[in-house]
């Protein structure tokens, strides 16, 4: 069980951030926000993949300008992501829910002063963004690199700076395209100060190794209960993204709004067409809600093992399947039945991935005693 970190609760349009809300996953638009036929199109799409909150560059007018008509269309919070024009934040903030700013390139204090009372004025949350790439002079003199240290004393520093004008509306992300610094760094900073943190690797790349390197980073912060938004930097269509971080939190427990689907390699031992198999299942459940672990393996070796772990549980026999439900085996179906069967399971279940069918008593409270028993059965048919 992963005990979460405690942090303040930060209020970001109609949700909230830290504290005792789940964790938040966020993306960005990769198109110029001034398209607004782009722009509109992505938007749209992420919420469709659930993403809970957009972020936009707002690096000039134009993008300032396009502004309240994205956030008309817009269903969940919209965050102006601003750099080195401190005029393009004090416009965003008369439209968006949260900022982001670069300490590092804003513009100094005074210019930083101004945004931070222009959000405490209109309740808008701030995100300090620090980052590897952009950090200020005084700390790359100072450490000779932009290490964790550095970058957490770059962070606490403006912490503490926009606390002395009395805000507090603020979350702080500590990135860095290398994961051991990124990981680092916020471990650091998570000993030091309770404001929610925005989990990324940044610049992480594209395609399956932008992917490894973010869940491999944000995976060894979720582990020790740091993190409070993430978002998962990947070069292409952002709407890619948003299932990686979920994903994230499901494997790791801490957020599971579909099934989860456990499946064998398959080996020499295999009985049945375990790829076919999986592939004909994620099909069939696209869609569904349930968030129940479903385990499909190819054969006795773990199996039954498997399906006592599961909530609903196949293993491969010679053409056959044996269904498990918590562990207790409930139908033996011919393989080309079998998918028809998870289908058809899944309906005893509900939103919350309880069991609603007729023998829910039974299963919730001896299924898994139950299990021992009937695995035994399942092995001696299949070895007789
Ligand atoms: S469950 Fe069976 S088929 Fe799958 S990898 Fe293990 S031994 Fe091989």
């Known amino acids: 069980m992963i005990e979460r970190r ?39 799409r992420l919420e469709a993949a659930e993403c809970e909150m957009i972020r936009v560059t707002v690096n000039d007018k134009n993008a300032l300008e396009a502004l309240p008509e994205i956030k008309k269309h817009m269903s969940v919070p919209l965050i102006a992501d601003i750099h080195f024009n401190y ?24 210019r930083l002063k101004e945004v931070v009372n222009k959000c405490k004025d209109k309740g ?30 770059s962070a606490l520093r403006h912490v503490e700076y926009c606390e002395g004008l009395g805000y507090k509306d603020m979350v702080v992300s500590l990135k860095s395209s290398d994961v051991q610094t990124a990981v680092k760094s916020c471990q650091l900073f998570s000993k030091q100060c309770d404001y929610p943190i925005h989990l990324g690797i940044t610049e992480a790349g594209k ?18 209960g740091i993190g409070d938004t993430i978002r998962c930097s990947m070069v292409g269509d952002p709407v890619q993204e948003v299932p990686v971080i979920w994903d994230m939190l499901k494997c790791l427990g801490i957020r599971i709004r579909d ?30 809600k349930t968030p129940v672990k479903i385990s499909v393996l190819g054969c006795v070796v773990n199996g039954p093992g498997e399906a006592r772990e599961a909530d609903i549980g196949v293993a491969g026999g010679k053409g056959v399947g044996y269904l ?12 080309s039945e079998i998918v028809d069967a998870v289908v058809d399971e899944l309906k005893n279940w509900d939103a919350n991935g309880n069991f609603i069918g007729e023998d829910a008593g039974e299963s919730h409270h001896s299924g898994k005693s139950q299990a021992a028993k009937k695995q035994e059965g399942l092995f001696s048919i299949l070895n007789g």
């Not at 809300?21 to 036929?37: F, G, K, N, P, Y």
């Not at 393009?88 to 590092?104: H, S, T, W, Y």
């Not at 992917?211 to 980073?217: F, R």
């Open 6 to 44: 405690k942090t303040r609760e930060v209020r970001i349009g109609n949700i909230g951030v830290g504290g005792s809300q789940d964790i938040r996953v966020q993306s960005m638009t990769s198109c110029h926000t001034w398209d607004l036929e782009k722009t509109l199109d992505q938007v749209r």
């Open 87 to 110: 005029r393009m934040a004090l416009g965003a903030v008369e439209v968006a829910d949260k900022i982001r700013v670069n300490p590092g390139n804003i513009g100094g204090y005074d």
């Open 124 to 153: 808008v949350a701030m995100r300090i963004g620090v980052n590897a790439g952009s950090l200020e002079k005084e700390f790359l003199d100072k450490y000779g690199w932009p290490t964790p240290e550095a970058m957490v004393e």
């Open 207 to 224: 395609g399956n190794y932008a992917m490894v390197k973010s869940s491999v980073g944000i995976g060894a912060l979720l582990l020790q």
């Open 259 to 288: 099934p989860e689907i456990v499946a064998c390699p398959s080996c020499g031992r295999i009985e049945i067409d375990l790829d076919k198999l999986i592939t004909d299942v994620e099909t069939r459940l696209k869609g569904v």
């Open 324 to 335: 498990y439900r918590r562990g207790v085996q409930v139908r033996r179906v011919n393989e």
